[in-house]
């Protein structure tokens, strides 16, 4: 069974970076992918971006394009999520998200797509 664990997180100022990164435990073997979401109060959970481990084909949620770097080490089983030039709507709970398998293509940002989550780390950008 793969476990996520998640960090990184914290208060910043608008204009400000942040990484976060998540280790996935447990033995698994073959192509997954990795991804982001958020989620603010009240709303619902939103993909920022995600990973192929295979071909590193890589997805951005549009307002973070430019902004937010998504990578992964494949030999230590971290993706890294390097988020630049932080506005206050960055804010919220940051997941981390697995599943086994190739890329999704535009499914990528379906949550139902993964089937391991971690615990959340809570980013906050204040103007």
């Known amino acids: 069974q793969v476990h996520l664990s998640e960090s990184g997180g914290g208060s910043v100022q608008a204009g400000g970076s942040l990484t976060l990164s998540c280790v996935a435990s447990?033995?698994?073997?073959?192509?997954?992918?990795m991804a982001w979401f958020r989620q603010a109060s009240g709303t619902d959970r939103e993909g920022v971006g995600s990973?192929?481990?295979?071909?590193?084909?890589?997805y951005y949620e549009e307002t973070v394009k430019g902004r937010f770097t998504i990578s992964l080490d494949h030999a230590k089983k971290t993706s890294f999520l390097q988020m630049n030039s932080l506005k206050p709507e960055d804010s919220g709970m940051y997941y981390c998200?697995?599943?086994?398998?190739?890329?999704?293509?535009?499914?990528?940002?379906?949550?139902?797509?993964?089937?391991?989550w971690g615990q959340g780390t809570q980013v906050t950008v204040s103007s």
């Open positions: 990973i192929d481990s295979d071909d590193g084909t890589i």
């Open positions: 998200a697995f599943t086994m398998g190739g890329t999704r293509g535009q499914r990528w940002s379906n949550p139902y797509e993964y089937n391991t």
């Open positions: 447990g033995y698994f073997y073959g192509a997954y992918q």
